[in-house]
């Protein structure tokens, strides 16, 4: 499995780094000392980052190994071919202002004031939604289709129509576009339900959505662990209602987990093999299965063996794997090891570091999460040696939430 594969590439390429005090580090100017507008929502991807100010603009930083960024690249992260990356946030090139925005594993992708979807990055899967080898600013998705929202997954995209109709586009070898089969599309196709959706969330190789009804449909890879290891045999062609679901607000879908919110409880299932779940176990479940510590969220993200989320007073939260401190703890705290591997992990939530109040937080296919404060400011923690974390310098790795870099042009 791919995501696996990049995992042990990432903890041989750090073995040894650094440590993740970040005391030492110099003080960043804030976004009002740089004059921009304050940041209304974040968006983690694999190995880059994206946001939109409350005025609608776009930044994005990290790896711009796939033009993910949709700017220039301005710094070189490492000596590969593929080093390129911003380490501060920069305007996404386009006059354009969004209403959403989601970082996917290689493309990004957002919806414009006018419901138009745009994506830009790499397409050799398809997930642009559009038939371009890719595409180093925003370019609009085939078809013509007024959208609610996008979600960008690791191969694929998905979006919602005004309409509430579910489209989907990229890769599908796990019947993870919806379409009842295993056939890839370039451009956007209705998924297979006569549903009617609010929310659509991608993940690796499996989508979830809420419908009008409250009803929780996933189809795609279905990932459960078990001791002996990762069961990748079974797939959802079609969408199938998850058994027990609540009503959920706030759906998201990781690289192997799936959570939401009911009634401010949070909601865990599938794969749990680093305490994703949250449950205080290492076992996997069919169904949505209760956080533990009776905490009262707002949101949730899920991400590629961890989870995050913000509480109702402004805290934020995570579980799962904190190999590279992105559940945001001080280091030592954590004593847990999980799953084969033996990554440090956390099996229920633990509180991130700091004063700091959230409005939300993310935290996707990488190792890094990032929250917008309810002063509109962006921090990043986690791993951060393609930029990722937005710091303005290259960083390791740090539990310490850092304060994102506006780099104004």
Same mark, same amino acid.
């Given at each position: 499995?791919?995501?696996?594969?990049?995992?042990?590439?990432?903890?041989?390429?750090?073995?040894?780094?650094?440590?993740?005090?970040?005391?030492?580090?110099?003080?960043?100017?804030? &976004?009002?000392?740089?004059?921009?507008?304050?940041?209304?929502?974040?968006?983690?991807?694999?190995? @880059?980052?994206?946001?939109?100010?409350?005025?609608?603009?776009?930044?994005?930083?990290?790896?711009?190994?796939?033009?993910?960024?949709?700017?220039?690249?301005?710094?070189?992260?490492?000596?590969?071919?593929?080093?390129?990356?911003?380490?501060?946030?920069?305007?996404?090139?386009?006059? &354009?202002?969004?209403?959403?925005?989601?970082?996917?594993?290689?493309?990004?992708?957002?919806?414009?004031?006018?419901?138009?979807?745009?994506?830009?990055?790499?397409?050799? @899967?398809?997930?642009?939604? %559009?038939?371009?080898?890719?595409?180093?600013?925003?370019?609009?998705?085939?078809?013509?289709?007024?959208? /609610?929202?996008?979600?960008?997954?690791?191969?694929?995209?998905?979006?919602?129509?005004?309409?509430?109709? %579910?489209?989907?586009?990229?890769?599908?070898?796990?019947?993870?576009?919806?379409?009842?089969?295993?056939?890839?599309?370039?451009?956007?196709?209705?998924?297979?339900?006569?549903?009617?959706?609010?929310?659509?969330?991608?993940?690796?190789?499996?989508?979830?959505?809420?419908?009008? /009804?409250?009803?929780?449909?996933?189809?795609?890879?279905?990932?459960?662990?078990?001791?002996?290891?990762?069961?990748?045999?079974?797939?959802?062609?079609?969408?199938?209602?998850?058994?027990?679901?609540?009503?959920?607000?706030?759906?998201?879908?990781?690289?192997?987990?799936?959570?939401?919110?009911?009634?401010?409880?949070?909601?865990?299932?599938?794969?749990?093999? @680093?305490?994703?779940?949250?449950?205080?176990?290492?076992?996997?479940?069919? @169904?949505?299965?209760?956080? %533990?510590?009776?905490?009262?969220?707002?949101?949730?993200?899920?991400?590629?063996?961890?989870?995050?989320?913000?509480?109702?007073?402004?805290?934020?939260?995570?579980?799962?794997?904190? /190999?590279?401190?992105?559940?945001?703890?001080?280091?030592?705290?954590? /004593?847990?090891?999980?799953?084969?591997?033996?990554?440090?992990?956390?099996?229920?939530?633990?509180?991130?570091?700091?004063?700091?109040?959230?409005?939300?937080?993310?935290?996707?296919?990488?190792?890094?999460?990032?929250?917008?404060?309810?002063?509109?400011?962006?921090?990043?923690?986690?791993?951060?040696?393609?930029?990722? &974390?937005?710091?303005?310098?290259?960083?390791?790795?740090?539990?310490?939430?850092?304060?994102?870099?506006?780099?104004?042009?």
């Amino acid at each position: 499995m791919r995501a696996r594969l990049a995992l042990a590439a990432v903890l041989a390429a750090l073995a040894g780094c650094g440590s993740n005090d970040a005391s030492r580090l110099p003080t960043v100017p804030t &976004l009002d000392e740089q004059g921009a507008d304050g940041f209304a929502a974040v968006s983690a991807g694999r190995d @880059h980052s994206c946001a939109l100010t409350t005025a609608g603009r776009a930044y994005c930083w990290g790896s711009d190994a796939f033009d993910q960024l949709g700017h220039p690249a301005t710094a070189r992260c490492d000596t590969t071919p593929a080093g390129a990356c911003s380490l501060a946030a920069e305007p996404v090139s386009t006059a &354009l202002a969004f209403r959403s925005i989601s970082a996917g594993a290689e493309q990004t992708c957002a919806v414009a004031t006018d419901f138009t979807a745009y994506c830009w990055g790499s397409n050799r @899967h398809g997930a642009l939604g %559009a038939p371009d080898d890719s595409a180093l600013v925003p370019q609009p998705v085939a078809g013509g289709m007024r959208f /609610s929202s996008v979600t960008a997954g690791y191969t694929h995209t998905c979006g919602v129509g005004t309409d509430g109709t %579910a489209y989907c586009w990229g890769a599908n070898d796990r019947g993870q576009l919806g379409t009842g089969d295993t056939t890839s599309r370039l451009v956007p196709t209705p998924v297979a339900t006569p549903e009617r959706f609010t929310e659509l969330a991608a993940g690796q190789g499996r989508t979830c959505g809420r419908t009008v /009804s409250n009803r929780v449909l996933c189809w795609g890879a279905v990932w459960l662990y078990y001791q002996s290891g990762f069961d990748y045999t079974r797939s959802q062609l079609t969408p199938e209602a998850v058994p027990g679901a609540p009503a959920l607000t706030d759906l998201t879908v990781g690289a192997f987990t799936t959570c939401g919110i009911a009634d401010q409880s949070a909601y865990c299932w599938e794969a749990n093999s @680093h305490g994703e779940i949250g449950d205080g176990t290492t076992e996997g479940s069919t @169904h949505p299965v209760p956080v %533990a510590g009776g905490l009262r969220f707002t949101s949730i993200s899920a991400g590629i063996i961890q989870t995050c989320g913000t509480t109702v007073d402004g805290a934020a939260y995570c579980w799962g794997n904190d /190999s590279f401190g992105q559940l945001g703890v001080s280091p030592g705290v954590l /004593s847990s090891r999980c799953a084969i591997q033996g990554l440090i992990c956390a099996l229920t939530p633990v509180r991130v570091i700091g004063w700091r109040r959230f409005a939300s937080v993310s935290t996707g296919f990488g190792n890094h999460a990032c929250g917008v404060t309810t002063d509109t400011n962006i921090y990043c923690w986690g791993l951060g040696r393609l930029g990722q &974390l937005g710091f303005g310098k290259l960083i390791g790795a740090t539990s310490q939430p850092l304060r994102v870099a506006i780099a104004l042009r």
